[in-house]
């Protein structure tokens, strides 16, 4: 595994650099700071396409909005949804999970794991069971079982779901990742990136990777070409498939074991780092 320090490989003439967000490139305070700013810029500026692919809902994405150049698109909710910065946060694209399919993973969840809650993070914002926890709530969201959030006909008028968020209060994160994969992996994706028992449910086959390998395929660029940046178990996917990958020093024991390569953690700016290498070796091309 090389670390920030290493050489990078000879073979690394990055196209696309992919980065999470939260405990990535944004500092624990969730800012972004000058340096990052700067390397971002700089890596646009030589003909590098900079993705910001995250578990965020387009919503909660004006932290990075201004700092997105050229193309302004994000990837959204783990893979849900491609949205456009320069118009809002407007979709492009969404790859959603089917209501009943939620409701499968609902049902298999109460089972396995009772006392969970639950929340429905549809394209239109989010609403939530009376016992989810208060994290980043809306105070126009419906609240009502999971059952009946994901009926047809409420609420959001049949709007795409794009995540099923599920809460426990007595499971450690990773227990709790476990068990549900055990008991309802087979509907649909599942996944986490808080610290705490809180996991996130995609369609089946929907990841940071499959979307990014998308977006990339789009513009004719391989895994090869693709330098990627993450912390958590929702990342693991995108740095196993990107060509070159770093795991932040703050990044969970698996996501570092995942990657190819490390970088200091987000509150040093593990990810501009790696991008001023990056750039100071293709300086050395030229």
């Known amino acids: 595994m090389t670390s920030a320090t290493d050489p990078l490989p000879q073979s690394t003439m990055p196209r696309l650099i992919a980065t999470d967000l939260d405990g990535t490139l944004l500092r ?13 810029a700089a890596a646009e500026d030589a003909g590098i396409e900079v993705f910001f692919v995250t578990g965020r809902p387009a919503r909660w ?5 201004e700092h997105v150049h050229g193309h302004g698109l994000a990837i959204c909710a783990n893979g849900a949804a491609v949205v456009d910065l320069h118009a809002g946060g407007e979709l ?29 993070e549809l394209a239109t914002g989010i ?7 208060p994290f980043h709530l809306d105070p126009g969201a419906t609240v009502a079982t999971a059952e009946k959030l994901l009926h047809e006909g409420r609420p959001g008028e049949g709007a795409p779901v794009l995540k099923l968020l599920a ?11 476990a068990l549900a994969r055990t008991a309802a992996g087979g509907h649909a994706s599942i996944t986490r990136s808080s610290p705490t028992a809180l996991l996130e449910v995609s369609g ?29 178990p929702n990342d693991i996917e995108m740095l196993s ?5 770093y795991a932040m020093g703050n990044a969970h024991p698996d996501v570092t074991a995942a990657a190819s390569g490390r970088t200091v953690d ?6 501009a780092a790696v991008i001023e290498r990056i750039l100071t070796r293709l300086d050395g091309r030229t």
């Open 241 to 245: 498939w990107a060509g070159t990958s």
């Open 266 to 271: 987000n509150n040093e700016d593990g990810v």
């Open 92 to 120: 492009v694209q969404v790859r959603d999970l089917a209501r009943l399919t939620a409701l499968d993973v609902v049902r298999a969840l109460r089972d396995a794991a009772p006392g969970t809650s639950f929340a429905v």
């Open 167 to 177: 809460h426990h209060t007595g499971l450690t994160p990773d227990g709790f990742l």
């Open 28 to 40: 624990d305070d969730k800012s972004v700071s000058d340096r990052t700013v700067a390397a971002l």
């Open 127 to 133: 609403h939530y069971e009376p016992a989810y926890p």
């Open 61 to 65: 994405m004006d932290v990075v909005s």
């Open 204 to 232: 089946l086959g929907v990841s940071k990777a499959s979307t990014l390998a998308l977006c990339c395929a789009e513009r004719g660029i391989s895994a090869d070409e693709v330098v990627a940046f993450g912390d958590m």
